[in-house]
């Protein structure tokens, strides 16, 4: 009996994994709209969006369950009888309902996805209250370009970002695929990752270290669309 059945389901479960990441940023995003035309009184509705948010985390969660279970499974059975493949099903189902059973939904609050949720709300709540301020517009010129110069390109990649992440250990932002791509190939050479920043001591960056900065992806969005616009 071929697993190839099995495989493709788990990719499609992957895949599905991918939307869901799509659609927790396109939350974060409509969040950060109502906190910017709302300034300190914070829609209720950015409530709402952060119990959505917890509840994809949730089903990604399990979804990474799921997969590992069936990963774990599938390895054991390989190289004995034939007739072990029928009970595939259950011995999942018991693998996953046990990891389950050992969740807490308060660790839902460390998914990458909605601490970058909550530090984008609070930082655009940050900046709708910063931008009231009086001569508040020269100083966000100023601060642009220093941000075009310094923030906006990957010390990775040297060209804009288009997805960045922010280390929380050394508040370094990078291209997305490109840190991780650098993770995983240091990973497979059983070496650290130090970060690519000149001069910055961190020298063990982790994927769990890596937040989305949904604040830094819209100001560097508005920032193309004013140079389309020249």
Do not use: W
């Not at 990963?71 to 189902?93: G, I, W």
């Not at 939904?105 to 998914?111: S, V």
């Not at 497979?188 to 020298?203: A, I, L």
């Amino acid at each position: 009996m071929s697993l190839s059945a099995v495989h493709g389901t788990l990719s499609s479960l992957k895949s599905c994994q991918a939307d869901i990441g799509t659609g927790m940023d396109i939350v974060t995003d409509v969040a950060m709209d109502l906190v910017e035309v709302e300034g300190e009184d914070v829609h209720p509705g950015v409530k709402d969006m952060e119990v959505m948010i917890l509840e994809c985390a949730k089903l990604d969660r399990e979804i990474n369950y799921f997969i590992d279970a069936v990963q774990q499974v599938t390895s054991e059975v390989t190289a004995q009888q034939p007739e072990t493949m029928f009970h595939l099903s259950d011995k999942v189902r018991d693998k996953f309902s046990e990891r389950v059973a050992r969740l807490s939904d308060a660790e839902l609050h460390n998914h990458q996805k909605v601490v970058a949720f909550k530090e984008s709300i609070n930082n655009s709540l940050k900046q709708a209250n910063e931008e009231s301020a009086e001569n508040m517009e020269e100083l966000d010129d100023d601060i642009a370009v220093t941000q075009s110069q310094h923030n906006f390109s990957c010390p990775l990649t040297q060209v804009e970002m288009v997805n960045p992440v922010k280390n929380k250990k050394c508040n370094h932002h990078y291209e997305e695929a490109a840190i991780q791509s650098l993770i995983k190939t240091k990973k497979s050479q059983k070496k650290k990752c130090r970060c690519p920043v000149v001069g910055c001591g961190n020298t063990d960056v982790k994927e769990s270290d890596l937040i989305p900065d949904q604040v830094l992806r819209r100001k560097i969005q508005s920032q193309k669309r004013q140079k389309d616009k020249m």
